[in-house]
């Protein structure tokens, strides 16, 4: 089973970048999709983007074009390039493991998009 903890989010200018990093500890890190979700406040969490064991990716449609999810398994990193931010991204987000029955949380990163 991994643990999760996610890094790299803060407040950022409309039409600016940040790098989400989500680094998993445990065994067996390549097996797990991965997945980041995010909620904003009022919201339900949301599906941002995830990739499978084999590298497919799945993005919302919202985020197509502007986010980029990507992973390294040799260092148990998943990753969340967004670009082109909206105050609408605004949220906390959140790193996701799902393998199985397993279904795993990080504790969130707020993300703020505001001039």
């Known amino acids: 089973q991994v643990q999760l903890v996610e890094s790299g989010g803060g407040l950022v200018q409309p039409g600016g970048s940040l790098r989400l990093s989500c680094s998993a500890s445990g065994s067996m890190f390549s097996i797990y999709t991965m997945g980041w979700y995010r909620q904003a406040p009022g919201n339900q969490r949301e599906l941002v983007a995830d990739i499978t064991s084999g590298g497919s990716i799945n993005y919302a449609e919202s985020m197509k074009g502007r986010f980029t999810i990507s992973r390294d398994n040799a260092k148990n990193m998943v990753y969340l390039q967004m670009n082109s931010l909206k105050p609408e991204d605004t949220a906390v987000y959140y790193c996701?493991?799902?393998?199985?029955?397993?279904?795993?949380w990080g504790q969130g990163t707020q993300v703020t998009v505001s001039s």
């Open positions: 996701n493991a799902k393998w199985l029955f397993y279904d795993l």
